[in-house]
């Protein structure tokens, strides 16, 4: 169990931590970890993992977000807050993939300031009624945290925008850390008033609570905890150059279950952890998982879908309503091409629109026919890169349409205002495609959101306008996250304007039969690949990964966000140091086999010979008659030999025990059955081949083997070298009497191991 000592690491983390006063305590308003109400204490970092069996019987979930998927709303009397459901919140809409029976919880801020008198009652109605714990974060966090590091360093950075200049992305605030720190430690505060943890799965979503995941292990060590990320996750060369990178990839690793909607997400996030942490991710059965500590933290990659029940519902009222017939009156005759995106820098609006123009221009027949309508949501950030993004987008739709339009047609129609799901579904209905070009984005439902719209609902008589074939067609951005489930779709670089310009001509100009098999196939995979789909995946590989629990031994160690849960096998015991003190001093002979690297001298030490304080202690062993001490390494004869001459008692067994010598006076002795070393010739030129084209490489060239070292190289090329030399190797002295091996960062060749029984003597002749 963890010593109470470390209850505030996490705040020092990052230095002059924000200084906020404490709540007065109070009891929690759901109470269920068994045991004394000051386990829950933030200050108490006890592990809890009682014996007293759980409360609870039926499993919970717990999901955490930034936001609560409810909507807010004042009283006309200005007296108290009115409540509803967000129906349009994906955490609302993943429940549909949950099991039945499970009862679901959420915990994250609202959208709107709730006074200080009013935020228990507010936290007591919305836990009565809508099973929602609210994280009331004050308005000096909440700017730092969400429109600070959020906004000004995860977002844009997540979306390979890179700080180039204090003007361009600015630089990195450590303030705004903390910020983040602090919003992630309220929100764990709110989880743990409500975990069983023996019980209850957590669920934490996308980069707002990226370290939440070390506040909520440090207190549970067996806690069942999954994180999903909605973003986009960066490459190494980008990622790395957060300040707080480690600090975040450590975080996630504290999850058991990390999702991503790509493969390429989630690549980039385990080419991080092997570059910087040096953690390498291994497939099992189609799993992908990596071994942390004992821990096997699961890799998911699955992307969310949409909710079909939702979209089908408002397709049943939006043929009927007058929105769709006046739509289709006002673009009589034209050709639609639709865009909706939230007005954001990394949505490509304004390429698209330059890409609209470039259509009008090489394809003049569309002139008074193609009309792009294109929908910008209400922005979530701020800043001076959205207002410039804002003034080019009006200065495009303002050129476009007054150098193409005529009366009664204007080629760009602008919806820059909120409009309701019906509205929307409205415009899907009449667009013949619809056009994504973000040049960077997590997943993107606006495709999928299309495809379901035209299919029409099932369940109602289809209209006049929608009774023949089905059809539809998409131009896609290739940098956003539903791409790679579009196969049918038109994918473009969104920066070549001349080849999307093209891509949309291709998409309005294909003919129906084509645009029906592509709609078919499209509208197979959405409606089967919903957002339930996608929770229920990620649940069920969030049960499996979380299975062996309860059956490890847990061991909180690390400080700060190094923090982390050491998982061993139940039978593991842990060495006492009194144990093995009493049995030293009764022990009459005792055999002490020391490695050299990395435990006589440190790994990463740079002058590798021992120091006259490790000579000192070693010749202290030798000295006790009853102790027989050997240094083994792989490290060649005649260094060790040199090193170590003033311990006339110590034995050596160099190069992993083919020359071995035993006390210091006596001869080194050859343990190799064979003397013959010509398959060098054969190996070194092999060697020298990798060597010549891995930068950082090195041969290490020894009397009994030949050693390939890719340590200082880069990781992924190295490893893949050292694989294809493996192979190459294997090949060439398939004949030989040698043993091709590879260990951790290297490729070693040496004569074929001899039977063990002959040497074990040495030893036994101590005895």
């Known amino acids: 169990m963890m010593s109470r000592s470390y209850t505030n690491l996490l705040d020092l983390a990052s230095g002059n931590f924000p200084v906020m006063g404490r709540e007065k305590k109070r009891l929690p308003r759901v109470m269920t970890v068994p045991g004394v109400i000051s386990e829950l204490d933030d200050d108490q970092a006890n592990s809890v993992s009682s014996d007293v069996p759980s409360s609870v019987i039926q499993d919970r979930v717990i999901i955490v977000a930034n936001q609560l998927p409810v909507k807010a709303k004042r009283r006309p009397d200005n007296k108290g807050w009115s409540f509803s459901w967000d129906e349009d919140s994906l955490l609302l809409q993943l429940k549909d993939g949950l099991p039945e029976d499970m009862e679901v919880l959420y915990v994250g801020s609202l959208r709107v300031e709730i006074d200080m008198n009013e935020q ?11 099973k929602c714990v609210p994280a009331f974060l004050p308005n000096d966090i909440l700017n730092r945290f969400y429109h600070g590091f959020c906004k000004q360093h995860l977002w844009p950075l997540f979306h390979y925008m890179l700080p180039f200049s204090a003007n361009h992305g600015g630089r990195f605030d450590r303030s705004l850390w903390e910020a983040y720190v602090a919003a992630n430690k309220i929100f764990s505060q709110r989880v743990i008033e409500i975990l069983n943890p023996e019980d209850d799965y957590v669920w934490i979503h996308d980069y707002h609570l990226m370290v939440l995941p070390t506040f909520l292990r440090r207190r ?47 690549r980039h996030f385990l080419s991080c952890c092997s570059r910087m942490l040096g953690l390498e991710y291994q497939s099992k059965r189609g799993y992908i998982g990596l071994e942390y500590y004992g821990r096997t933290v699961g890799i998911k990659i699955m992307p969310v879908g949409i909710h079909m029940g939702q979209i089908e519902s408002v397709l049943r009222l939006a043929d009927k309503e007058w929105r769709v017939g006046e739509l289709r009156q006002q673009f009589e005759g034209k050709t639609v091409l639709l865009g909706v995106d939230d007005m954001d820098i990394f949505k490509g609006v304004n390429l698209k629109l330059l890409a609209m123009e470039q259509l009008l221009k090489q394809h003049p027949k569309w002139q008074g026919r193609a009309v792009l309508v294109q929908i910008a949501n209400p922005a979530r950030g701020r800043g001076k890169d959205l207002e410039e993004i804002q003034d080019e987008i009006s200065s495009s739709c303002e050129r476009i349409n007054k150098t193409f339009g005529r009366p009664g047609y204007e080629p760009i129609v602008f919806i820059d205002r909120p409009i309701s799901l019906s509205e929307r579904t409205a415009y899907y209905t009449i667009a013949e495609c619809v056009v994504v070009t973000a040049v960077r984005d997590g997943m993107n439902l606006t495709p999928y959101e299309y495809i379901v719209s035209r299919q029409g609902d099932s369940g109602s008589e289809p209209s006049s306008e929608l009774s023949g074939p089905k059809k539809s067609m998409l131009v896609v951005s290739e940098f956003i996250g539903c791409s790679p489930s579009l196969s049918g779709a038109i994918r473009v670089n969104p920066w070549n304007v001349e080849a999307t310009a093209e891509a949309m001509n291709e998409a309005i100009s294909m003919n129906d039969s084509e645009k029906q098999l592509r709609h078919e196939k499209h509208y197979r995979y959405v409606s089967t690949h919903d957002v339930a789909y996608w929770s229920r995946s990620f649940f069920q590989d969030m049960e499996r990964t979380c299975r062996e629990h309860f059956r490890r031994r847990c061991w909180g160690i690390g400080l700060s966000f190094g923090f982390r849960v050491v998982a061993l096998d139940p039978n593991f015991r842990k060495l006492s140091i009194d144990a093995i003190e009493s049995a030293y001093i009764k022990s009459k002979h005792r055999a002490i086999l020391l490695d050299y690297d990395g435990t ?61 010598r035993w006390p210091a006076e006596e001869p080194w002795k050859t343990i190799g059955q064979s003397n013959d070393f010509g398959w060098i010739q054969m190996a070194e030129p092999v060697m020298k081949l990798y060597t010549e084209s891995t930068d950082g490489s090195y041969i290490e060239t020894k009397e009994s ?63």
């Not at 090949?731 to 260990?743: D, M, Q, T």
């Open 705 to 767: 083997a030949l050693v390939w070292h890719h340590r200082d190289a880069d990781p992924g090329f190295g490893s893949t070298q050292a694989k294809e030399m493996l192979d190459h190797l294997e090949s060439v002295l398939a004949n030989e009497p040698v043993a091709v091996k590879r260990g951790q960062s290297i490729v070693e060749v040496k004569p074929q191991v001899p039977a063990l029984k002959p040497h074990l003597s040495l030893f036994y002749d101590c005895y």
């Open 120 to 130: 228990d009652d507010v936290s007591q109605l919305l836990l009565d009624r809508f």
């Open 600 to 660: 006589v001298m440190p790994q990463t030490s740079i002058n590798k010979s021992p120091s006259e304080e490790v000579i000192s202690i070693i010749d202290m062993l030798c000295s006790d008659d009853k102790n027989t001490v050997f240094v083994v390494s792989g490290r060649g004869k005649d260094s060790l030999g040199k090193w170590f001459s003033p311990c006339k008692k110590l034995g050596i067994a160099a190069e992993h025990g083919y020359f071995m």
């Open 220 to 266: 549970f060590n067996r806690l069942r905890m999954g994180f999903f990320l909605h973003s986009p996750f960066p490459s190494s060369e980008i990622y790395r150059t957060l300040p707080v990178r480690e600090e975040i990839l450590k975080a996630l690793l504290n999850s058991d279950l990390i999702g991503f909607h790509t493969f390429d997400y989630a």
